[in-house]
Each structure stands twice: as C-alpha cells, then as structure tokens.
C-alpha cells in the first residue's frame, strides 16, 4: 500500500482524531489530552471547563510532534489541562481555531484519595498483515467490561498493546480500538516486545527487527506520560501518583538502567502502595520461558514495589510473594508478579503448568480475553481477575496492615530438599534423586534433568553424555573433568555415584556447558535449574 493509499483510507485529516487522555502530574488538578492531525494543522489548544456549566472554557495550548510513519506523516498534539478543581467532571474539546473535535468528558481524582480502582490489561495486540488492522472486537470488550467496572478511574496496561508497533497500520488500529473510551478515561500504556517490532515491510513480514528506542511508541506518545523515566530511556519508562498509590512503568530495553531507577523513584515515593508493570514475567507459567535479561537485571529494583503486574505469555499467574531466591506468605516478605493473562481473544503462546512460585495459575486456553480490576481502599487492596464472559479466576486481598493475603496460601517449605527445572517439579523422574549437599557444592543428577527437559542421555559404565540445547557434555565418575563440545572445563568437584546410583555433578558445573544456571531457594529448601533459551528440546527417534 502506498501512502497516497493510506493517507486516503486511515490517514491524519485536517480533522483531530486519535484523542486520548493520560496522567501527567496530579490527578486531581491536571489532565493530558493527546490526539492527531495532518501536518497541515500546525497548532492545536484544547478549550475546557465543568462540565455543563457556563463558564468561560479555558485554553491549554498544545506540544505538537512532527513524525513521520511508513505510511503517513502526521502531526501529533499533547495539551495539559491544568488548574482542575478535585472530584470534578469536566467538558473538553482539542482542534484548533477553526476545525474542533467532539466535546468529551472526564472526572479528575478526589483530594487525598484513598479509594478506587483501575483496570488492568495485557496483549490486547490483534491484527494481521493486510490493513486496517482490526481491533473492533478489544473495542467492543472494552466498553463491555468498563459498562460493568464503572469504578475504574483509568486503565494500566502491561505491554503489547500493538501487534507491530513499527507501522502505522497498527498504531491506527489500536486508536480505532481505544475510540469512545480513551476520550473519557485515562490510559497508561506499558510497552512490550510486539510494541517496539517493525519489519523492513511490514506487508509481508520481510526483515523482523526491534527498535531498542521504540520510535514509534515514543514519538506517538512523546507528551502523554511524566518525562521522569531514566536519562536516554524516557517515555516507555514513566512514573506517576493515583490517590494513595505509585506506579512505576517500565520498557523493554535498558534494564541496568531501569534498574537504577527503579531503586530510585521508589525510594522517592512515600505512597501507601507502590505497583510497577513490566511487560516480561518474572515467576512465569509456562514450559519453558526465559527471563535472564530482566531478572535478576532488574530484580533489586522490582523488590522496591508490593505487586508488578506483567503479561507476555497470555496466561495468567498470581506469584507468592517473593524476595530474592525466596518465597514467602507476608506481603510485607516480597513483592508479587501478577501476570494478567491475555487482553484479547487470541489463544496463549505458552500453556500453564504448575510453577512452584506461582499461589495461582489458570490454563486461559479460550479464544476468550481476561483482564482485571484493581480496587484500592486504604491499605486493602483487592485485585479480581476475571475472564470476558463474567467467570472469576482469581480473588486475592491483600491487606498491608494485617500483613495478610487472602486466600491465604502458603509458600511451600520442604523438609527434604526437591529439584525443579524452571520453577516446574521434576514429579517422579527424581522423586528418589533429590539434590544432595557435599561440602559446600550442591549436586544433582545429571541424567533425570536432561531426561525431564527432553534432551538426549546416553549412559555407559561410570559415564553419562548428556545433550540438550544444542550443547552436549560428558560426565566420568570421580572427574572433575567435564568434556564439553566446547572443550573441557574443570569443576570444582568431581562427578560422584549417588542416590540410587545415579551419576551427580556439582549443579553449576553441569548448568554452564548446556546455557543454564541455578539458584537455591534456602527459605524453601529446593534447587530450580534455568535455561537461557526457551527452545522446547525433542529427542531424536532414529
């Protein structure tokens, strides 16, 4: 499609459209409005005031961002309402002097909130190659579920909210999609992964690749969000106040960074409650997901936070709470990472198995979208997650003064250590071969964890090869030599005959030929073997 196309069919006109509202600074006293106009328009206000009154309406003279897209260029507008009374609904309009859009309303935050809600949402992306990108039926579930959650004062969401967020055909879809709702509500966006992917020609899919400064999502969105994110990382990194409440809301690219900040803006934050979103799970549902870039990168600065909300896997999960390698039952002990599941009706990449850090999981298998409802009241917090057709799939309080969750679920605390492979239990495959402490190493068996992911194991007398993840490694009982197909690497202790006389080698001399790692959780009392890949091992039949 060529732009003269597109400028004819979903282009920026003369007209303002794209109107959305964000939080930039106190809600009880300001508003951003944000919306798009072709480059012939070169200035926009917006005019406001109570709604339904007679007074005077009010002019915010609007930041104007000049950008051009694959298929159009367009200007973008951002103008601040300011100077709002509290818990008062006012009337807008943005345009300019002679081409205005519809009026609109929306209601700023009570004085000294301590009560209310917000709507949660993840993977709403949707939409194929050809345009336009059709995001009717999230436009459809959205006002569905906000008719039936008019409490919500504004929607977070946790990442993907574009199916491909380097071209203009989504950027537009998901506009249509927000339409009839982001006039009135404010919507904080979290970027994900599929928000900062583009192709070369996003027609046929030609050249994937990710922008690592999301151009698209900054530029969109450059005036919606506070500018206090770190220095070179702004815009997908931003933090605001809701009544009693922080949030944090983070990228998908500088994690040292982010980090550091992170650590910084929560210590700055003398909120009741501090909630962060990150598009990446850290305690995942799924088979075989790996989060070695975000976590442990970012994991001192996520600790700062009581909950982080995420997606990515279209699955939805509710961690105990969690604190370095450690899993606890206070919310006082760690921080829990709630994934939402998905925001649309597109069925989950990864399918749910039992993780042990999760105090809750469902297997979301439907072409049904979900979401969540946040409601704060004082120090209790009440997240429902709910699946489209009204199911409830999880009710959780958290109450900070009791320093209690309901329902109450207890983190699990073995009293003989167990061996698990990316939080999942290896169930019967090592039911009789626990990890096994020598001297200060932890040793495992090397046959029954390559076996459990689905690799290759060959065992002769005093020896196991083992092969997984394109890596391969042999074991001689009583060496300390491991030969690898990368050469031989010394360990710290040798391979010993153990329980059940199985060959065991020092847990992360066995992890670093096969691209894994291990931690032990102390508080738990188990062993959990990472992989730095999330390919899904199939043995070879001959």
């Not at 205005?100 to 209310?116: D, E, G, I, K, L």
């Not at 039936?148 to 993907?160: Q, Y």
């Not at 799970?281 to 936070?305: L, N």
């Not at 009241?377 to 057709?389: I, Q, R």
Request: net charge negative.
């Amino acid at each position: 499609m060529t732009k003269n196309e597109w400028k004819s069919f979903r282009g920026s006109s003369v007209t303002p459209d794209q109107i959305m509202l964000s939080l930039k600074g106190d809600p009880c006293e300001r508003m951003t409005v944000r919306w798009r106009a072709c480059v012939d328009v070169p200035e926009g206000f917006a005019l406001y005031r109570p709604a339904g009154s007679s007074e005077p309406w009010r002019r915010a003279e609007a930041f104007v961002n000049r950008f051009e897209t694959d298929l159009d260029e367009s200007n973008f507008f951002f103008a601040d309402m300011t100077g709002l009374s509290p818990d008062t609904a006012y009337e807008y309009t943005v345009g300019d002097g002679s081409r205005r859009s519809a009026v609109y309303t929306f209601r700023t935050a009570p004085q000294n909130c301590t009560r209310f809600a917000f709507l949660c949402l993840s993977d709403t992306q949707t939409g194929g190659p050809e345009p336009p990108a059709d995001y009717t039926e999230f436009n459809r579930f959205l006002k569905k579920v906000l008719t039936g959650h008019p409490e919500c004062a504004f929607i977070l969401t946790a990442g993907d909210n574009t199916n491909c967020g380097q071209t203009d055909v989504q950027w537009t879809g998901l506009m249509e999609g927000l339409k009839g709702v982001a006039e009135s509500i404010p919507v904080m966006f979290c970027m994900g992964n599929h928000d900062d992917m583009g192709f070369s020609d996003y027609f046929t899919f030609a050249d994937k690749y990710y922008s690592e400064h999301a151009t698209y999502f900054t530029n969109m969105l450059l005036g919606s969000y506070p500018q206090n994110g770190p220095e070179g990382w702004r815009i997908p990194n931003y933090s605001f106040d809701y009544g009693n409440a922080h949030f944090a809301v983070t990228g998908t690219s500088g994690y040292d960074e982010m980090n550091a900040w992170l650590l910084e803006d929560a210590a700055r934050s003398g909120q009741t409650w501090k909630f962060a979103a990150h598009h990446f799970p850290v305690c995942f549902a799924g088979p075989e997901i790996e989060i070695e870039d975000t976590y442990p990168a970012m994991r001192d600065g996520m600790e700062q936070f009581d909950l982080v909300f995420s997606g990515h896997e279209h699955s939805f999960a509710r961690s105990y709470p969690r604190r370095r390698e450690g899993l606890y039952d206070r919310p006082s002990e760690g921080t829990i990472h709630y994934n939402l599941g998905s925001g649309g009706p597109n069925p989950p990449g990864t399918k749910v198995v039992p993780k042990v850090w999760n105090a809750k999981t469902y297997e979301h298998e439907e072409e049904l979208a979900m979401y969540t409802v946040a409601a704060i009241d004082g120090d209790v917090g009440t997240l429902t997650a709910y699946v489209e057709d009204g199911r409830i799939v999880d009710r959780c309080v958290i109450d900070k003064s009791a320093d209690v969750i309901t329902p109450i679920d207890r983190a699990p605390r073995y009293n003989r250590t167990r061996l698990k492979f990316k939080g999942y239990d290896l169930g019967v495959i090592a039911g009789k071969t626990p990890p096994v402490p020598v001297g200060d190493l932890w040793y495992v068996p090397v046959g029954q964890i390559v076996s459990f992911i689905g690799g290759e194991v060959t065992r002769s007398k005093g020896q196991i090869a083992v092969s997984v993840y394109d890596r391969s490694a042999v074991f001689t009982e009583n060496s300390d030599i491991a030969r690898t197909d990368r050469g031989d690497q010394q360990m710290a202790g040798p391979c010993l005959r153990l329980e059940e006389g199985q060959l065991y080698a020092p847990v992360d001399d066995f992890c670093r030929p096969l691209r894994m790692h291990a931690f032990y959780y102390a508080h738990n009392n188990f062993v959990d073997v990472e992989s730095e890949t999330e390919e899904k091992p199939v043995p070879v039949q001959p």
